[in-house]
């Protein structure tokens, strides 16, 4: 028998229901039960199939939409309207690809939705994002095309089912494939890829690309000492400070460990990435709160540049490895740009290691002494032992270079012990109460048998205790808080005087100049040389401490003066005692002694009015050109403004010649002065640091250019003819 013609969504009275609560398959049902001709069976068949699909759409599993032939929505599900921020009755006549961001925003690679309804093509499980502020779920979505009688478009009908936990379950597998877990910065494998895909696009394009590869300094000690969640906290921290000064996150990566990694496009000015460099290591060095405790670390930057120093990732973080490595030798805390000579210097440093371990017996260590001099009087009150290490091969060897060596060598123990009571036994010789000040290193400091060592050395020389000065820098501060206080407690029980060096280099807190027992406060020569500089705040800042160690009864000395004006002002200041060049180098032991005969040492400072930009005295073949002529000419001094060289008689002021550094750093430089076979010249841009002491130029000619210009030359008939002037000779 047939049913009666009724509403399927099961209600009685349609009217009062509203047509647009029945649902798209509600009213397809009423019209398909309508044909009073279809058996009954058929019309339950189809009802209880539509009853289903309704029940399914429901239920937010799944959704259904239909479009006229212009695309427009004719029918959307009302719950999945409502998630959009909608009513399906608002979004009725909204173009269907409306409703959805286009494939391009989100990176997937896939046809488009607007490509696939032109073409009138099926398409099934379609990923797609929700292009409604605040709404950011994933929709697969589902279509076909349908056609009327005459084989014409009549629109489309299709459904949809929300794919968005799928998605962020892929996302977040993706990341963590990709990105470190615990910084979120991009992980070794990441920036791996990263770095070639630049490297090989920028050498297609010539353009140059920089690493920085960092370290951090003492990282182990907190892991050690406050245990891996602290370290793992300190961590994100440090990606944070990183993140901040370079901005981009995608070139910000974590290697493993305390190592990261930065990618730089398109910067090679070396003097904007050693300022970038110092500005990373002062951020990393300044202090850090975890977990309710004080934490110091600092960082070392080796940085390589592409294409000068490797054309290749393996090559271009070869390099930079290597510098880093350097930087790290060279006392920590500091960055080195990649150079040539690194490769040799390793191997150098590895033979040093060799010849350190056996240097103390065999002789070859002595101690200077620098005077320090009470900057009223003139008068020395004491002096500072300096190690010096006399190679038999290679001469003189900064401690600037051998002192790094013994620490990771586990050679500073020794040898500090060494300094301690041979710098004893010679000041117990000196006539007067001249004191000695002896540096202590932070391995040093840390060993429990440090002040059982010291009173063996003071009782072995007789050198009453208060003529004995330790120097101890910033960095002790670092350890157990608890076992600090216990060795200044037990070394100030000596009588020994305690002095705080380095002051202001990173470092610095009040706090624990209140507990710690200091007699004096060595202010950094970092401060000292920019004081006079117009426009410089060091000298405040020179003032500040200065009143600091005051309040708090304690001495004050300016380390590096060289200059006298940097002298008026560190007087005007009210430092109290001065070190530097501008009253002395170090002397050796005789020469001490003589001039403390007389029982008293009085030094007459001088030195060059002003202070000068540093000077770095060397011998150092490089090229002039002038006039399509190569020189061979010898610097002997370089400053960041010029040069000392000699090898060409009589060139006139004002010519104008490039140098030739090697490795394509080129400085156009003007001549100043000349004196026979030796000129003075300036350069039309100032040098920069290399991280090392030493000193490059901003800029290098790419090897791109030296390429087209080799491969320009090759190709002239005739290679130019040189010309030079006829008064100048080589010499």
Known sequence: MDMPSRNISGDQDEGAAGEDSRGF???????????????????????????????????????????????????????????????????????????????????????????????????????????????????????????????????????????????????DASRLALYDSLTGLANRFHISKKLDTTLAAFSQQQRSCAIMLLDLDRFKQVNDTLGHPAGDALLKQVAERLLKIVGDKEMVSRLGGDEFQIILPDLEDRGKLGDMAADIIASLSQPYSVEGSRCIIGASVGVAIAPFDGQTSDDLVRNADLALYAAKGNGRGRFRFYSSDLHQAAEDRRALEEDLRDALARGEMELTYQPVVHSKSNMVTG???????????????????????????????????????????????????????????????????????????????????????????????????AETARMFKALKALGVRLALDDFGTGYSSLGYLQSAPFDKIKIDQSFVRGATVPGSRNGAIIAAIVALAEALEMETTAEGIESLDQLELIRKLN???????????????????????????????????????DRFQMFRKVGAIHDNHRYNVVIRNLSTTGAFIEGILDVPVGTRFVIDFGEGQLATATVRRSMKHQQGVEFEQTMVSDGNGGLCTRHRVSPYLIAAATQQAASQLELPSFTTTSDWKAA
């Open 25 to 171: 398959f509600g009213k397809l049902g009423s019209r398909m039960s309508r044909p009073r001709s279809e058996p009954a069976a058929a019309n339950l068949h189809t009802r209880d199939a539509l009853l289903l699909l309704q029940n399914y759409e429901e239920s937010g599993r799944g959704w259904f939409w239909a479009t006229d032939a212009s695309g427009r929505i004719t029918y959307i599900t009302d719950a999945v309207a409502r998630l959009m921020g909608r009513t399906g009755g608002a979004l009725l006549g909204t173009p269907f690809t409306d409703l959805f961001l286009p494939v391009d925003s989100h990176g997937e690679r896939q046809r488009t939705l607007p490509f696939l309804m032109t073409k009138q093509s099926k398409f099934d499980e379609l990923p797609l994002r929700s292009a409604f502020e605040g709404d950011d779920r994933w929709w697969a979505i589902s279509g076909s095309p349908h056609f009327d009688n005459s084989g014409k478009l009549a629109g489309w009908r299709g459904s949809g089912n929300d794919i968005t936990a799928q998605r962020r379950s892929a996302e």
């Open 383 to 481: 002096v500072e032992a300096l190690i010096r290490w006399t190679h038999p091969d290679r001469g003189h060897i900064s401690p600037a270079v051998f002192i790094p060596i013994a620490e990771e060598a586990n050679l500073i123990w020794p040898l500090g012990e060494w300094v301690l009571r041979k710098a004893c036994e010679d000041a117990a010789r000196w006539p007067g109460d001249l004191r000695v000040a002896v540096n202590v290193s932070p391995i040093q400091f840390a060993n429990e048998d440090l002040p059982r060592i010291v009173a063996s050395a003071l009782a072995t020389t007789g050198l009453p205790a208060d003529r004995l000065e330790l120097e101890i820098t910033e960095s002790v501060f670092l350890g157990d808080s």
């Open 575 to 613: 430092v109290s005692h001065v070190q530097g060049y501008v009253y002395s180098k170090p002397v050796g032991h005789g020469e001490l002694i003589e001039h403390t005969d007389a029982g008293s040492w009085t030094i007459k400072p001088s030195g060059p009015a002003k202070q000068r930009n």
